[in-house]
């Protein structure tokens, strides 16, 4: 399979890196690429009242056999 979305949903910890990360939807060896690359992602950390803390968020990732210049979906 070339083609298909995952949904991830993760947790950036107060330190910016990527603490659990779960996917919500897609086939396996895609969702297996969308996790390796989450994983190397750094944030700067919310913040609140000065003090770093963990926060959830939400990536989509759109995986096409076609070059995105040439895709008439997006």
Known sequence: VAF???TLQ???DAAGAMG???VMDG?????EEAERSVRQWK???????GS???TPMV?????SDTPL???SRF
């Open 27 to 31: 086939i396996a060896p895609l969702a």
């Open 4 to 6: 298909g979305a995952v």
């Open 69 to 71: 210049g040439r895709c």
């Open 52 to 54: 770093p803390l963990a």
């Open 43 to 49: 944030f700067l950390p919310a913040k609140y009242e």
């Open 59 to 63: 990536a989509v990732f759109l995986f």
């Open 20 to 22: 659990k990360i779960e």
């Open 10 to 12: 993760a947790i950036v």
